[in-house]
């Protein structure tokens, strides 16, 4: 089961998750065969981290809820929310089978919360540029919920562009780039 996580930090809290980078990457690393796709998202204004997003192939939502809320940022106070949903992986791959590769342009996750009949399910016309594109559901799979995707594109109104506009109670569009521990 595919479930799509998003940390948001809480404001100020940037010194606490720069002491607990190591502690996060150590966490991660035990999930590091069920990632799909992982990464911070960054501020505009100063290109420092105000999210983390991951993708992860888990058993079931007791193990989505495991793996989002003993994370060491979560725990020590780091973030001020969570976004958890299942998710569905439409294009089959990881971020790392991404044929752009890890770096060159600008990376974005676009969040559409939506809720409804389903919209944005099939995959866009031009997908060349998608890194991760699928659908956010409740734990059982039977409501949509909204679509997230990571996309490649050269300014925000572009990324933002690979959902259908009207069809979202909200559209967020975040930079984000690629996560891991630095080589």
């Given at each position: 089961?595919?479930?799509?996580?998003?940390h948001?930090?809480?404001?100020?809290?940037?010194?606490?998750?720069?002491e607990?980078v190591?502690?996060?990457?150590?966490?991660?690393?035990?999930?590091?065969?069920e990632?799909?796709?992982?990464?911070?998202?960054?501020?505009?204004?100063?290109?420092?981290?105000?999210?983390?997003?991951h993708?992860?192939?888990?058993?079931?939502?007791?193990a989505?809820?495991?793996?989002?809320?003993?994370?060491?940022?979560?725990?020590?106070?780091?973030?001020?929310?969570?976004?958890?949903?299942?998710?569905r992986?439409?294009?089959?791959?990881?971020?790392?089978?991404?044929?752009?590769?890890?770096t060159?342009?600008?990376?974005?996750?676009?969040l559409?919360?939506?809720?409804?009949?389903?919209?944005?399910?099939?995959?866009?016309?031009?997908?060349d540029e998608?890194?991760?594109?699928?659908?956010?559901?409740?734990?059982d799979?039977?409501?949509?919920?909204?679509t997230?995707?990571?996309?490649?594109?050269?300014?925000?109104e572009?990324?933002?562009a690979?959902?259908?506009?009207d069809?979202?109670?909200?559209?967020?569009?975040?930079?984000?780039?690629?996560g891991?521990?630095?080589s």
């Amino acid at each position: 089961m595919e479930f799509f996580c998003y940390h948001r930090d809480r404001p100020g809290s940037l010194v606490l998750r720069q002491e607990l980078v190591e502690q996060h990457w150590s966490y991660m690393d035990r999930y590091a065969s069920e990632m799909i796709a992982r990464g911070p998202t960054l501020s505009d204004a100063d290109g420092g981290p105000t999210g983390s997003v991951h993708i992860v192939d888990l058993p079931d939502p007791a193990a989505a809820r495991s793996f989002a809320f003993d994370e060491p940022g979560y725990q020590a106070g780091v973030y001020r929310d969570v976004l958890l949903r299942r998710w569905r992986n439409v294009l089959g791959r990881t971020m790392w089978e991404f044929p752009g590769g890890r770096t060159g342009g600008n990376r974005f996750l676009v969040l559409g919360l939506g809720s409804g009949e389903a919209t944005d399910v099939a995959l866009p016309a031009d997908q060349d540029e998608l890194i991760a594109y699928g659908p956010l559901l409740s734990d059982d799979e039977s409501t949509w919920l909204g679509t997230a995707a990571l996309v490649r594109a050269p300014d925000p109104e572009t990324a933002r562009a690979v959902l259908t506009p009207d069809r979202y109670a909200d559209i967020e569009v975040h930079r984000w780039q690629f996560g891991g521990r630095p080589s």
